[in-house]
């Protein structure tokens, strides 16, 4: 059974301060993607990754797939409350998406 | 932006009542699926759909049934429902080639059985 494995489970930190997340398997995905999901909300999609290595930015948001495609990182740089929610990562593989329990995150002013 | 709704947001029924959750989306996609996630637990797909009349049990065992007769229209109903259906069902769509698999899901339907 494929699983993806996020930690921390919950980060509450400062605003302004740095942090990172992780999402980590033991299967190779052809794609990880990146959901927020906000209380009451569905899952926004913020990022697919596709390519081993690859890195992509989304204003203060860094999103890094792993060489090897089985593991994926979120970096956020001055976090603001406004990136309070729940991080979820999602690994795709042939007909299947799989998703992680999610990282849930809060800011504090 | 994406385009697919979900009604009721919320809903509080007895047991035993036959219920219909709503989920219709504008980007005709031709895939569709039903998520339920518990408070602080991950998303378990319960059912899927490729297109009109097809349809598939996901990963997580469901007493509900779906039907898949408009590509927009994908409608969950539990014909008899319990307090261990009390859950959030999410629903999402996707296109079914190129960033095939990337989900646009709607607000969710949040179900109280008492």
């Known amino acids: 059974t494929q699983l993806l494995e996020q930690s921390p489970q919950f980060l509450s930190i400062q605003e302004g301060e740095n942090l990172t997340v992780y999402c980590n398997s033991s299967?190779?995905?052809?794609?990880l993607q990146w959901y927020r999901q906000e209380p009451g909300e569905g899952p926004v999609l913020l990022v697919t990754?596709?390519?081993?290595?690859e890195v992509k930015k989304l204003k203060r948001l860094t999103f890094q797939f792993g060489d090897a495609r089985k593991d994926s990182s979120l970096h956020i740089t001055a976090a603001q409350p406004g990136d309070t929610g729940l991080y979820l990562c999602a690994g795709v593989d042939n007909d299947k998406i799989i998703f992680g329990k999610g990282t849930r995150l809060h800011i504090l002013p | 932006e994406a385009d697919i709704y979900q009604t009721p947001r919320y809903l509080v029924i007895g047991t035993g009542k036959k219920i219909t959750l709503e989920c219709s989306q504008t980007?005709?996609?031709?895939?569709m699926y039903w998520y339920q996630q518990d408070p602080g637990m991950e998303l378990h797909l319960i059912h899927y759909?490729?297109?009109?009349?097809?349809?598939e049990k996901g990963d997580l065992s469901s007493e509900s049934t779906v039907s898949r007769i408009r590509t927009e229209h994908f409608p969950l109903t539990l014909e008899s429902a319990r307090p261990s259906h009390t859950s959030q069902y999410l629903c999402?769509?996707?296109?079914?080639?190129?960033?095939?698999?990337?989900?646009?899901f709607g607000p969710g339907t949040r179900l109280t059985v008492t």
């Open positions: 990754v596709v390519t081993g290595g």
């Open positions: 980007m005709g996609h031709d895939k």
């Open positions: 759909s490729y297109g009109v009349n097809s349809t």
């Open positions: 299967s190779v995905f052809s794609s």
């Open positions: 999402a769509s996707s296109e079914a080639g190129g960033r095939a698999y990337e989900q646009y």
